[in-house]
């Protein structure tokens, strides 16, 4: 057995009295904890009640407005792409039209002239097809018109094209070729493929075609000479009979099979200078008038196209900027009650508690006001109280408020302006606002180490400030687009933590609120950024000062 111990014993008694102080710490631990968990919970009322209530509110709102622009941008850029796709193709029967036909033929006019190849043009004529609009209506002579694209497509290879020139005439450009009887195999396989019965609406459909050939280098060398002299050579073979073929400066060729045909071609030579008809010419003016706005009408698409593309991107990027932002707003919260039991009792913890509680409130109150901000510049709801202003003392408050992030990150700050009062109209409240959020662009946007600086110019009418660093900078295609809503430069997001791209959109908006002036500047990526403020002053006789030594708020932060 052990003895009991001897209440007279001395490592009794100090055994007794160590225990005793043991438990007066556990207490007083206990008590420290309870007293942070409730300052804890106090702040997330807070926060909860009030300011995340109103950010989770307008965070809402901004999303589902951000997802149904950007809904809207990719549908504009669809319907601008199908609007391209369009103004290249023929409407009825959908196959190149002329603008496509002409720069197609560019390409292979140039491949011919380099390889000293031939080339040639079929202008293909449907014969009698007034009858079939007369008997059965124009609609049923669209969907022929349909049926004779698809099988002249079907008669040449992929690399020719198929181009309706207007009403019953096609074109149809033969490249590479090696011979110029290869132009007329294909134009006998052309009228042998309309010649085929087709049953349309219970209707049989049996068509011929006259077809005149002009062969490059031989008949002409550009596109205009080539189709009227292909066009002529056609209106001379249609004048012997239907479904022939003709070159240039040739007799019509009669097509095997057709010969006994009522009507069929014959083998009167066709005159050598056979030009254009009036009424081919006059067709051929239209053509090139209607050309010019159909090419008027695609570059037009093509830059909204663009522009539809760049405005979806601008979306994309800020999407995933407010994801970030708002996929966890409570975290630093949260993390400062985790420490309440992840760190030794200590009197200094509850000062850190509440310094990471203190900076997200700040944080998400600056969130709300930014986006309050940008509804005003949406709505132009500013509402200015302006009133006599000391811009130093503007200046000093917008600085100090800055200081402690530029200090964290460690960058070297300079302050240039004249002594005393600069005195102007505006809104006091505004005027802050502005540099304030001019630095904090300038602080985000800077390495940590790097310089800021800001200066003061007076003229005989009007402030100048400008805020300048040494940072990441803006790209030349960025720059243009700085003040717009919710646009960052890529190499920007996430810099520093992740904004809205509202706070210099806000900044124009109040400049331009106190009928100054922003210009943004930038020698492009990595060389850093300047913005100047343009303010005109309080009355016209104020007198011009220049910029002298650093006020007092040079330093490094540390």
Not at 220 to 244: C, I, N
Not at 286 to 305: F, P, S
Not at 315 to 321: D, E, G, I, M, S
Request: net charge negative; aromatic share 4%.
């Amino acid at each position: 057995m052990n003895p009991t111990p001897d209440p007279n014993d001395p490592s009794v008694a100090d055994a007794e009295g160590e225990l005793a102080r043991l438990g007066v710490q556990v207490d007083a631990m206990r008590a420290l904890l309870v007293r942070l968990t409730q300052d804890v919970v106090c702040a997330e009322a807070r926060l909860d009640q009030t300011q995340a209530a109103a950010l989770a509110e307008a965070n809402e709102q901004l999303i589902l407005a951000a997802l149904a622009n950007q809904a809207d941008a990719e549908a504009a850029a669809q319907a601008l792409q199908d609007a391209v796709q369009s103004a290249e193709l023929d409407a009825l029967t959908q196959l190149p039209n002329r603008t496509t036909l002409l720069d197609r033929f560019a390409q292979a006019l140039a491949n011919a002239r380099r390889h000293g190849a031939r080339l040639a043009l079929l202008f293909v004529d449907l014969d009698d097809f007034k009858q079939v609009n007369d008997a059965h209506g124009h609609a049923f002579g669209d969907r022929v018109l349909r049926l004779v694209a698809d099988r002249l497509v079907s008669a040449v290879r992929r690399v020719d094209t198929v181009s309706r020139h207007g009403g019953d005439e096609f074109l149809v450009l033969l490249t590479e070729l090696t011979q110029p009887g290869d132009a007329q195999t294909v134009a006998e396989k052309v009228i042998e493929a309309l010649g085929a019965p087709a049953d349309l609406d219970g209707h049989v459909v049996s068509l011929t075609a006259s077809v005149g050939i002009a062969i490059f280098p031989d008949d002409g060398d550009d596109f205009d000479t080539l189709v009227a002299r292909a066009d002529a050579a056609m209106y001379e073979t249609k004048r012997q009979s239907a479904g022939g073929i003709a070159f240039h400066g040739e007799a019509p060729v009669a097509v095997p099979g057709l010969a006994a045909q009522p009507g069929a071609a014959t083998h009167r030579p066709a005159r050598k200078d056979a030009g254009v008809a009036a009424d081919p010419e006059r067709r051929l003016s239209d053509l090139r008038e209607a050309n010019e706005h159909l090419v008027l009408a695609v570059l037009t698409a093509k830059e909204l196209q663009t522009a539809a593309e760049q405005a979806r991107q601008r979306q994309a990027a800020f999407l995933a900027a407010v994801a970030d932002e708002l996929r966890n707003p409570m975290a630093p919260i949260r993390i400062a009650s985790a420490m309440l039991g992840g760190l030794p009792t200590d009197e200094q913890l509850l000062p850190r508690v509440k310094d990471i509680v203190e900076r997200q409130l700040t944080q998400m109150s600056r969130l709300v006001g930014e986006l309050v901000d940008a509804s005003a510049v949406d709505t132009g709801g500013w509402a200015l109280d302006r009133r006599p202003v000391d811009m130093a003392q503007v200046i000093d408050a917008a600085v100090a408020a800055c200081r402690p992030a530029m200090d964290e990150r460690r960058q070297r700050f300079e302050s240039h302006r004249p002594p005393g009062a600069i005195e102007m109209q505006g809104d006091a409240v505004r005027l802050q606002q502005i540099v304030s959020n001019l630095l904090d662009n300038a602080s985000k946007h800077t390495h940590d180490g790097g310089r800021i600086s800001l200066s003061v110019v007076l003229t005989a009418d009007s402030l100048v400030l400008t805020v300048s660093d040494d940072g990441i900078g803006i790209t030349p295609q960025m720059l243009p687009y700085v003040f717009e809503p919710f646009v960052q430069d890529t190499h920007a997001l996430g810099f520093h933590g992740v904004g809205l791209g509202i706070g210099l959109t806000v900044v124009r908006a109040l400049v331009r609120a106190h009928d100054g002036d922003l210009v943004a500047d930038s020698a492009g990526a990595g060389r850093g950024s300047q913005f100047v403020v343009t303010l005109p002053l309080a009355g016209s006789g104020a007198t011009t000062q220049v910029a002298g030594p650093a006020s007092g708020d040079a330093g490094v932060g540390q």
